[in-house]
Nanobody, 111 residues
Framework: QVQLVESGGGLVQAGGFLRLSCAASGSINVMGWYRQAPGKQRELVAIITRGGNTDYADSVKGRFTISRDNAKNTVYLQMNSLKPEDTAVYYC????????WGKGTLVTVSS
């Protein structure tokens, strides 16, 4: 069973930045972030493979950057130029043989 521990959420003004971190208890091939805003479905934000291949939602391209430290089994999400519509609970995601989820961290962007 893989454990995921997230950190870095909080309250920020529009145009600001935050950095999310997620540490896994073991080595994981695919890691990433999803988010769920109130009243909406959970959606992909960004994912990254162990080899460094990435994919982003169109809504965050050019503003968010996903990266990882394989030695630390940790994935990061640098979020710049934040908008009120980025407000959501952000969930760390990991996929090896199975899929695993973190408990979520709240990001609130005020206008």
């Amino acid at each position: 069973q893989v454990q995921l521990v997230e950190s870095g959420g909080g309250l920020v003004q529009a145009g600001g930045f935050l950095r999310l971190s997620c540490a896994a208890s073991g080595s994981i091939n695919v890691m990433g972030w999803y988010r769920q805003a109130p009243g909406k479905q959970r959606e992909l934000v960004a994912i990254i493979t162990r080899g460094g291949n990435t994919d982003y939602a169109d809504s965050v391209k050019g503003r968010f950057t996903i990266s990882r430290d394989n030695a630390k089994n940790t994935v990061y999400l640098q979020m710049n130029s934040l908008k009120p519509e980025d407000t959501a609970v952000y969930y760390c995601y990991a996929r090896e043989i199975g899929a695993y989820w973190g408990k979520g961290t709240l990001v609130t962007v005020s206008s």
